[in-house]
């Protein structure tokens, strides 16, 4: 049974009460969600840019594939950190929805950034999705103009890492992107829900502390459409977690083979996080042969809702028990990063270090800091 003993390891386990309490938030604001988007004549012409920095940023390119595929067709991620460097070669001067994630909110350039778009981008309206309701990105809001959404205070991880802050401000802005229809959400939501239960509850627990006793000094996370923002996050987590013990990438399954499929070797572990569209799927199912036959990892994981059907090559795969239920759900990807979560925990600990302040060296902070912002 896995030993809840430390703010990181109790953050990845509640995520799923997390995501419903984030649903009866959104829920109880829906009519506060729909006035600001029809106040403001916010549809689906209108410019949306989702916008973060480090795990947030990761938040905004997986949100805005759902975004772009529910007909916001001008919908972009832009990290607040390219906003803040450089705002002229990401930002054009119409108004604007920005959509912005922090959890503590107190992020230099989350605060920045706001401030940069404002005057940009005149007349532009600000929807922001923080955990933090003291953060300095949430007292910025003008009423009438801005909506700022205070998610529970568990998801205000005290760890380090970024854990079910990421997975919950990713659900709330989908919860948002389905605000017209919200009731018919919580059935989808609960069913991602309970494959994050069954992931912290079943084998897959103990499977991922085997790989922490493998001789792995590098990882790679794949995905493909909204799983390759979760494939950067899941390369953040071990990574930042192993305080750069573990050097770890991330790519598409397509966008692997031009170059950085070099980096795989003996000592690499590779998660395939696989798409169940079927078209997409053809391409990725080809790429783990390919990897395998090439490169020779020295683990290889695949999380899919449904079996791949890969045979012999994985040291593991992860399904869903009930995979019907996640038939055409956004919501599923959000269970899918708890597989670099817990590898992150679990090779966390066989490096000796503590997950929730794994940086010896003080190389990385939960809010970060030493950046001078500068007046645009």
Not at 269 to 277: A, C, D, I, K
Not at 313 to 342: H, R, W
């Amino acid at each position: 049974m896995l030993k809840l003993n430390c703010h990181t390891i109790k953050e990845i386990a509640h995520q799923s009460k997390m995501w419903m309490d984030t649903y009866d938030i959104i829920l109880n604001r829906k009519q506060e969600i729909n006035e600001f988007f029809s106040r403001n004549s916010i549809n689906k012409d209108t410019e949306i840019i989702l916008t973060g920095a480090g795990s947030s940023a990761y938040i905004a390119d997986t949100a805005v594939c759902e975004y772009v595929r529910s007909g916001y067709s001008r919908a972009r991620a832009v990290a607040t950190t390219d906003i803040v460097s450089a705002p002229s070669y990401f930002l054009s001067h119409s108004p604007k929805l920005f959509i912005s994630f922090g959890r503590s909110g107190n992020s230099p350039e989350s605060v920045a950034a706001y401030e940069v778009a404002n005057k940009f981008c005149e007349g532009s309206h600000h929807l922001i999705i923080t955990c933090n309701p003291e953060g300095e990105l949430a007292k910025r809001v003008e009423t009438g103009k801005d909506l700022v959404i205070v998610l529970p205070d568990g998801t205000n991880d005290r760890s380090l890492a970024m854990t079910s802050s990421f997975t919950s401000m990713l659900i709330a802005s989908l919860l948002c992107l389905n605000a017209a229809s919200l009731e018919a959400e919580r059935k989808k939501l609960q069913a991602a829900a309970d494959f994050a239960d069954y992931i912290i509850s079943s084998d897959v627990v103990d499977k991922i502390q085997i790989l922490a006793d493998k001789k792995i000094k590098r990882a790679v996370f794949l995905g493909s459409g909204p799983l390759k923002g979760i494939a950067c996050e899941s390369h953040l987590k071990l990574q930042e977690l192993t305080d750069g013990g573990i050097v770890c990438a991330f790519d598409s399954f397509m966008g692997l083979r031009h170059g950085p499929k070099a980096v795989i070797n003996e000592e690499t572990l590779v998660v395939y996080l696989l798409s169940e569209n079927p078209y997409t799927r053809r391409y990725e199912l080809d790429l783990i042969e390919q990897v395998d036959h090439d490169n020779h990892p020295a683990a290889q994981v695949v999380v899919s809702i449904t079996p791949s059907g890969v045979k012999d090559v994985l040291d593991f795969e992860i399904n869903a028990p009930k995979p019907e239920s996640l038939k055409d759900n956004e919501y599923v990807c959000a269970p899918y990063v708890m597989t670099g979560q817990l590898a992150g925990y679990f090779f966390s600990l066989s490096h000796g270090l503590s997950p929730d302040n794994p940086s010896v060296r003080g190389a990385i902070s939960r809010v970060v800091n030493g950046v001078k912002i500068y007046k645009y």
